[in-house]
Nanobody
Framework: VQLQASGGGLVQPGGSLRLSCAASGGSFNDYALGWFRQAPGKEREVVAVIRWGGGRTAYADSVKGRFTISRDYAKNTLYLQMNRLNPEDTSVYYC??????????????????WGQGTLVTVSS
């Protein structure tokens, strides 16, 4: 399984950005895919997770109502739409995948496959 994240950049507070993650090398219907982020000096934390087949989603409290995770079956691509960004959202964002949904969906150690990070900077 290979994951390729893109879409990071510099955005002003209150702005929006959409991240993409191209997935290949697997049949993802039984997978859970998600976005994590890691700021300098901090631990990697979950942002949002989606079950590829069925579309069940889960979000970190800090992004509920602002971020939306989605996927495109035809393109095998995962997305993260980020709205009302604030400086605390500045991080390197990673996409990740594991076989089957887990009740421990928020733990980075549960995910076997990782893409390279893409940097999101929220600053005026």
């Amino acid at each position: 399984v290979q994951l390729q994240a893109s879409g990071g950049g510099l955005v002003q507070p209150g702005g929006s950005l959409r991240l993409s993650c191209a997935a290949s090398g697997g049949s993802f219907n039984d997978y859970a895919l998600g976005w994590f982020r890691q700021a300098p000096g901090k631990e990697r934390e979950v942002v949002a997770v989606i079950r590829w087949g069925g579309g069940r989603t889960a979000y970190a409290d800090s992004v509920k109502g602002r971020f939306t995770i989605s996927r495109d079956y035809a393109k095998n691509t995962l997305y993260l739409q980020m709205n009302r960004l604030n400086p605390e959202d500045t991080s390197v964002y990673y996409c990740a995948a594991r076989i089957r949904w887990t009740t421990n969906w928020g733990s980075a150690s549960e995910y076997n496959y990782w893409g390279q990070g893409t940097l999101v900077t929220v600053s005026s």
